[in-house]
T-cell receptor, first 112, second 114 residues
Framework: TQLLEQSPQFLSIQEGENLTVYCNSSSVFSSLQWYRQEPGEGPVLLVT?????EVKKLKRLTFQFGDARKDSSLHITAAQTGDTGLYLC????????????FGQGTELSVKP | DSGVTQTPKHLITATGQRVTLRCSPR?????VYWYQQSLDQGLQFLIQ???????AKGNILERFSAQQFPDLHSELNLSSLELGDSALYFCASSIGRALDSPLHFGNGTRLTVT
């Protein structure tokens, strides 16, 4: 059962454009994480959000956790070619140890 | 470099065979996680060990087993392999045993079952 739905699945944009990736669930999570994965490598953690309504910024990336802790978004401002990659959201619950449920991912391609 | 080492990087084997994947966690990390990544299922949690003990379990098949040794390295054993087991298998490690510790992923073992 896929509990985290990411949209869009694929995104191809020009350098300088803005974009938003969504991660939605019908379930509540204690923690929501965003990862970026490049071909041939493992996912790399970008950010963790734990409080409903929380907003975190990482340079041109803005992450938001929904008030009800069921959804999250990743917004990239002025995308660069180096942002190209697979973006994954992952949710966890404190009563399930370190287990993370991953979304299917958003494949982002930023063209020069 | 995440500090998590997985061997081998690639593995090609036949159906019905058994393989062992190995993971050395980052220095100081006590938790080891195993994930399977395939095109149709995405990243699926298999199992977590913390300091040698099983901590959390996902939908890991009975044909699959894992353990964490006293030196904290871990092995994932896959037996009676089927074509559908072809996937990328990732190991990750963290300091703690819960969500408050960031995960560090290795670069995976690509398993091809022919």
């Amino acid at each position: 059962t896929q509990l985290l739905e990411q949209s869009p699945q694929f995104l191809s944009i020009q350098e300088g454009e803005n974009l938003t990736v969504y991660c939605n669930s019908s379930s509540v999570f204690s923690s929501l994480q965003w990862y970026r994965q490049e071909p041939g490598e493992g996912p790399v953690l970008l950010v963790t959000v734990v409080t409903g309504g929380e907003v975190k910024k990482l340079k041109r990336l803005t992450f938001q956790f929904g008030d009800a802790r069921k959804d999250s978004s990743l917004h990239i401002t002025a995308a660069q070619t180096g942002d190209t990659g697979l973006y994954l959201c992952a949710g966890g619950r404190y009563n399930q140890g370190g287990k993370l449920i991953f979304g299917q991912g958003t494949e982002l391609s930023v063209k020069p | 470099d995440s500090g998590v080492t997985q061997t081998p990087k690639h593995l090609i084997t036949a159906t019905g065979q058994r393989v062992t994947l190995r993971c050395s966690p980052r220095s100081g990390d006590l938790s080891v996680y195993w994930y399977q990544q395939s095109l149709d299922q995405g990243l699926q949690f298999l199992i977590q060990y913390y300091n040698g003990e099983e901590r959390a379990k996902g939908n890991i098949l009975e044909r699959f087993s894992a353990q964490q040794f006293p030196d904290l390295h871990s092995e994932l054993n896959l037996s009676s392999l089927e074509l559908g087991d072809s996937a990328l298998y990732f190991c990750a490690s963290s300091i703690g045993r819960a969500l408050d510790s960031p995960l560090h992923f290795g670069n995976g073992t690509r398993l091809t079952v022919t």
